[in-house]
Each structure stands twice: as C-alpha cells, then as structure tokens.
C-alpha cells in the first residue's frame, strides 16, 4: 500500500519503523561481532555463535523464545563491556560494517510519509542513546527505544526500559496521545511478529521482509506484505558528515546489541 495523500494525509499523523530487517538488512545486535573479536572483546568462539545467531535470524528470522536465547548469549558477553571501548571500535569499522546495509527501499519510504506530512518514528528495542543518533541521521522526526543501564562508564546487563512487543504499542499509542495522531491514519513497518502489537495498534500496517509466523498473520488480516531487496550505501544515500557517521551511527548500532539481548538476565534466565 503507498503511503499516498488525500484528506488522510492532511490529519497529524506518523509513519512507525522497526529498525532491524526494516530499514537496514541484518541483526544491529550481531553485526560487530568480527570487529569486537579483533579489539579483543570476545573470543573467537562467541564471535563464532554470534555468526551463527546471524545467520539463524537473517535465514528464518526470530520468535520470542528465539530471541529470549540471543539475548541471554548477549546478555553475558556484553556485561561490564566499556562503553567508550566499543565506541571507538565501531567508530573505526564502521564504514566496513553498517555502511552497505540500509535498505533503499525504507529510506525511500519514509522521504515518501515526509513528502504526505506524516512524522517518521523509528521503533527499536535498542537504546535511547543508541536509536536517537541513527534517526537523526535518517531524518526521522522522533525514536521509541529501550534505556540501557550503564554504571561508571560500563554496560551493567540491565535494561531500565524495554521497548518490546507490546511495550512498543504501548509506547506508540502514549506517543500518538502526546502529538495528536489518529492512529487510525498512522503506519507501521516491522519484519517480526514479535511487532505484531506494534503494528496492529495503527491503521496501516504493513509487514516488511517478515518472517514466518508474521506472514501467516499478514495474510489472515490483509496487510500488505513489502519486500526490501536493495542495501546501499547510507552516506551515498543521506548526505552526512563522515566524522558524525562514524560517531553515531557506530555508537547506535553497537549499543543496539546490549540493549537487545539484556532482558533474559533481568528475568533470571
């Protein structure tokens, strides 16, 4: 379905987008996983299964349990990591890692919901911190993400708020109060159906490369299902200053994985 214009388009309205296998092609949480190994912050044989929880999710995607065992495996590793360490890791790989991976597709989108006079919202369970740099750089108009504990200048494990499944809908519709959105009038874009909350709360859902239960839920309720195929180069295709890229986007993808895979710990698994 196009975003489109018309009396719609004229109400307050927005434009949700889940961030990983929607608007860039791979898992935010595992992509470092060679850049970390060789700054010496995992061994050989995590940055192995991390490879391979890659693969599993980008392959068949992830339902909660799924994501449940990542986040434990992440949960763990990451746990008392020095943030400003894996800044500078990421700041200097940063171009080899995240660079090729934004989709096309969904930065056209939402230059699409801009040019409709709709606010463009990135929706992640990664962090405030981490989520409000990669939407700056995206344009987006606002970001619902997680809040990563951090204790003198380390990554404690734990999550003070968790932006996932239906605490996205919630945040959603608490943002949509806040602004004035007709949720009725809003869209929403995610690949997993552990948003189906989050898309079922707006008008316009729209699932984006989903995985396979999300597609089962697509096709019983009629949302149109999307598929994203062309990565590019995201400073070829949002003009920003090299040394901001690195910075931030570096910083955001990377903190991305604590706040993923930290919630099994919190829950005593």
């Known amino acids: 379905m196009s975003p489109g214009r018309g009396p719609a388009a004229a109400r307050r309205s927005a434009a949700f987008f889940d961030l990983d296998k929607t608007i860039i092609a791979k898992s935010s949480s595992l992509a470092f996983s060679k850049p970390f190994q ?54 200097e790989t940063l171009h080899h890692v995240v660079d090729p991976i934004v989709y096309d597709e ?18 992640s369970a990664s962090g405030t911190e981490v989520v409000e740099p990669i939407g700056e750089m995206l344009n987006a108009d606002h970001v619902i993400a997680s809040r990563l504990q951090v204790v003198d200048g380390k990554y404690t494990g734990e999550i003070d708020y968790y932006a996932y499944a239906d ?31 989050m898309l079922e709360a707006v008008g316009h859902p729209h699932a984006v490369n989903p995985d396979r239960e999300l597609r ?13 195929t062309r990565p590019v180069t995201l400073r070829s295709r949002i003009p920003v200053k090299p040394t901001l890229a690195a910075i931030t986007v570096g910083t955001a993808i990377t903190l991305g994985g604590a706040i993923w895979f930290s919630r099994r710990r919190r829950l005593g698994a």
């Open 106 to 123: 969904a930065v056209s989108l939402m230059d699409e919901h801009h040019r409709a006079g709709r606010d463009v919202v990135v929706v």
């Open 167 to 197: 605490e996205k809908a919630r945040a959603i519709e608490a943002m949509a109060a806040d602004r004035g959105y007709d949720l009725d009038d809003c869209f929403a874009y995610s690949d997993s159906i552990t948003d189906a909350p």
């Open 38 to 91: 060789a700054g010496g912050l995992i061994t050989r044989g995590a940055m192995l299964r991390s490879a391979y929880a890659q693969f599993v999710y980008l392959v068949g995607g992830a339902d909660h349990d799924q994501m449940e065992k990542i986040r434990a495996f992440m949960s763990q590793l990451v746990e008392g990591w020095d943030v400003a360490t894996v800044q500078e890791i990421v700041a």
């Open 216 to 228: 089962k839920l697509a096709a019983s309720k009629g949302w149109p299902v999307l598929q994203f």
